[in-house]
């Protein structure tokens, strides 16, 4: 765990598919509510289990009578007390509670509890052995962690309001997992937020934000014609993009013996030129459609191609103009309204005027915008680290790593670290093209990027095994590392893998 991890209520997975969420503050009856209250946000377990210490502020017997009371809201299947808490037994009889006199006692016992699926509450004082419990039931115990801060997802999804006309819906992509940081836990958050809309790129994607108790509007990019029948089992809303693909969910609408129309959302195709309907499509479109009360058009939209450079602005105003005509000439034909739509991200930030109802927002909510003038208005939400796993001393005439291209002709020191590129650290950043970030400087990479670790020249730097290092976060920034990697923050964030540990910090 790193260094906020404890000090910030956080969530991560857990073994034997349980969720894991831990709290070292100090106890006390609001930080208890309000750690509930995160762990009810996880629904998709099948009960819950709180471990609970003693340090309760000013532990009275009335303290502890409150805490009972408390929890009974949230219908713990068992609770366990680590310390002194257990002289509090008598409060905590109407529930299934077992004390342990430290943390050793617990863990040692552990085996005998089935955390199977739970999620698992750990709130337990620092003092009181909180790391040892959560290492206990970590299931990445690698130690390369993305953490990502829900406080600062909300922090710049309130911003994007702020910016917006009060009546502007926004819907949110939330497609390749979340830009990678997790499709349930931000989609969750998005909906307590109260955010209109989510979209994902696949329909399987959108099955598992349902399975997960996600229940707001969720449109689906790029529908595959064979999942439409379970999509509408779903009440997930097809992007329409062509012919082919109205008259397939069409078929399937009526196959579903569906009572109402089912909403659709129809692509516009104004110059990206990769899916919709073009402009000379719409009146047959409109036609066809108005033929079709089974399907009712929630919504059209269009696509910028270049809404953050400011050298194509020509280019976007003809896109913007041309969805006007074609959205209009739409709801001409079908004598019926329906919300529209056009600005991404940078959209957003750089053509306000064009924000119709309904706004598509991607990547500024984790913190990037297309100019440094957006940027200073949000905040970088997430933060790749990982630890040094060995230092080492190499001498004149020896090399580091696969098919090594350099001979060190100095002495140097050098910290083997746990991310290669099967994390999602390209390999391209080998041989001195990327560095990270190691107490206050930045050390560059020295040899090939292995699949599981890499190397870093930490020759003049004060450092140790087991300390930190930032690939990307508050130091070395996310725009920063994408550069050297030649590419965008987008790539950079979907690139990082599964196996990589979320830490979710709550908001
Ligand atoms: C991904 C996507 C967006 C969001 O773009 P950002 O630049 O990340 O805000 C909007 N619209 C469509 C159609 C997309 O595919």
Redesign the pocket.
């Known amino acids: 765990m790193n260094k906020n991890s404890g000090q910030r209520l956080f969530k991560i997975e857990g073994i034997n598919q349980s969720i894991l969420i831990g709290d070292a503050n100090t106890q006390t009856y609001d930080g208890v509510e309000k750690a509930l209250e995160f762990l009810n946000r996880q629904t998709r377990n099948e009960g819950n289990i709180i471990v609970l210490s003693g340090e309760i502020q000013s532990p009275s017997s009335e303290s502890y009578k409150r805490i009972s009371g408390l929890l009974k809201k949230y219908k713990p299947i068992k609770i366990i007390g680590i310390g002194d808490i257990k002289n509090a037994a008598e409060h905590f009889s109407s529930h299934d509670a077992e004390f342990y006199a430290s943390a050793e006692a617990f863990t040692k016992s552990i085996a005998d509890i089935d955390f199977s699926r739970k999620n698992i509450l750990v709130k337990v004082d620092q003092s009181l052995g909180f790391q040892a419990i959560i290492e206990r039931f970590e299931e990445k115990a690698h130690e390369t962690e993305l953490e990502i801060d829900l406080a600062k997802v909300s922090f710049n999804l309130k911003a994007i309001r702020e910016m917006l006309k009060p009546t502007t819906e926004i819907m949110v ?1 939330v ?1 390749a997992f979340a ?1 990678g940081n997790g499709s349930y836990d931000i989609s969750r958050l998005l909906q307590d937020e109260g955010v209109e809309y989510l ?1 994902v790129a696949y329909a399987d994607a959108g099955f598992e934000l349902r399975n997960n108790g996600i229940t707001i509007p969720i449109m689906v ?1 790029n529908p595959e014609i064979r999942s439409y029948r379970a999509m509408i089992r779903y009440n997930l809303e097809p992007q329409i993009f062509s012919f082919r693909t109205l008259k397939a969910f069409l078929e399937s609408v009526n196959e579903s013996g569906a009572t109402h129309p089912y909403p659709i959302h129809i692509k516009i195709n104004t110059g990206m030129n990769r899916l919709g309907f073009n402009r000379d499509e719409i009146t047959e479109l409109g036609e066809f459609l108005s033929a079709s009360p089974q399907l009712e058009v929630r919504a059209a939209f269009t ?1 910028l191609a270049a809404s953050n450079d400011p050298a194509m602005d020509e280019m976007t105003h003809k896109q913007i103009a041309e969805f006007e005509a074609a959205s209009t000439e739409l709801k001409n034909i079908l004598k019926k309204d329906f919300k529209r739509h056009v600005l ?3 959209g957003i930030f750089r053509y306000p005027e064009a924000q119709f109802e309904m706004v ?5 909510l984790y913190g990037a915008a297309p100019a440094d003038e957006f940027k200073a208005k949000l905040k970088p939400v997430s933060r790749l680290t990982t630890r040094i796993t060995q230092i080492r001393h190499v001498k004149p005439g020896e090399t580091v790593g696969y098919n090594p291209k350099r001979i060190f002709d100095r002495e140097a020191k050098i910290a083997v670290l746990a991310i290669g590129y099967a994390d999602g650290l390209p390999r391209s950043l080998g041989h001195g093209a990327g560095t990270v970030w190691v107490h206050n400087k930045l050390a560059p990479f020295v040899g090939s990027i292995c699949m599981d670790m890499c190397m870093v020249d930490v020759s003049e730097i004060d450092c140790a095994e087991g300390d930190e290092v930032e690939i990307f976060g508050d130091n070395q920034d996310i725009y920063a590392f994408a550069k050297q990697m030649q590419t965008i923050p ?1 790539e950079v964030m979907t690139n990082i893998s599964h196996r990589v540990k979320r830490v979710y910090l709550s908001a």
């Open positions: 992509m497609k830009y979209a990019l696509h991404n991200s940078g598509r927002l991607g990547l500024s987008y």
